[in-house]
């Protein structure tokens, strides 16, 4: 072995050595969210379909560089080869064929194809309601409920604390957030194009009487009634949980403490007796 051929050796050994604490170091350095983060949307994953915007280019040649819309028959019209099916294919995946197409009639030898999504109008899942930001949420991947809902923000202060989602194909659900995250996975399903989520305003009860903090409050899933008075900070140094009167439809109720209180009950949490 030369003597320069030696170096090279020791000097690649040495730097490959270095790399490792770098890298071991930039992963611990790594905030939750740049771990946690959920894939950019279009990814290589993503299945193009009828009204896609994508970009198509071959390196090095401007004369190949169209931005074209699928058509409703799954194909998009392109320079030299004409029509070529897209749909139902990932964005690397057209890209060969555009190659091989281009190869096999002889306008270039050897094409390098790069195919980016331009606009999502195929694959994505309704957000609407009391979320942050209501919209069209792309799908290139399998998501389930509770991502979906992360990439919109989630729920809004004065959104219900259940979300009901209505697939394109079977019944209606209504799925409390909380069990999204804290529940087996059959409490969080997959989504599917086609599917919509809407998160609708939260119902509310009123709490008035001798109570530190009387007024209405957001309802929540099998909320008991001493839930919903610890809502209003609790009864003051004069009420009584003994002496609470509730209000449903009009009409006069007895709830124990552990009983579910329904949207539209007024509590009125009456003074004790000294």
Request: aromatic fraction near 6%; charge should be neutral; charged fraction near 20%.
């Amino acid at each position: 072995m030369s003597v320069l051929r030696r170096l090279a050796l020791a000097i690649a050994c040495a730097s490959a050595v270095l790399a490792l604490p770098l890298a071991a170091t930039a992963q611990l350095d790594a905030s939750p969210g740049d771990v946690a983060a959920a894939p950019a949307p279009g990814g290589e994953s993503y299945i193009l379909g009828p009204d896609d915007e994508i970009q198509v280019e071959v390196l090095g040649r401007s004369d190949f560089n169209v931005k074209g819309r699928i058509m409703r028959d799954g194909s998009i019209e392109l320079p030299y080869i004409g029509a070529l099916a897209a749909a139902n294919r990932t964005p690397k995946q057209f890209g060969r064929e555009v190659e091989k197409a281009l190869q096999a009639a002889g306008y270039f030898e050897h094409p390098i194809v790069s195919v980016e999504v331009a606009t999502y109008a195929s694959r994505y899942v309704t957000v609407l309601g009391y979320v942050a930001h209501p919209g069209l949420v792309p799908i290139d991947r399998n998501y389930r409920v509770s991502e979906v809902l992360a990439r919109v923000g989630g729920a809004t202060p004065e959104g219900a604390d259940y979300v009901n989602f209505r697939p394109a194909s079977g019944a209606d659900r209504k799925l409390v957030i909380k069990e999204l995250a804290v529940g087996d996975l059959s409490q969080d399903p997959f989504v599917s194009p086609g599917d919509k989520l809407y998160v609708p305003k939260a119902e509310v009860f009123y709490l008035s009487g001798q109570v530190r903090s009387p007024g209405s409050y957001a309802i929540t899933s099998d909320m008991t009634l001493l839930e919903a008075i610890s809502r209003g900070g609790g009864v003051s140094q004069t009420g009584s949980l003994s002496h609470v009167k509730v209000t449903r439809q009009g009409q006069k109720t007895h709830l124990k403490l552990t009983d579910k209180v329904q949207p539209g009950d007024v509590i009125d949490i009456g003074e004790r007796l000294f």
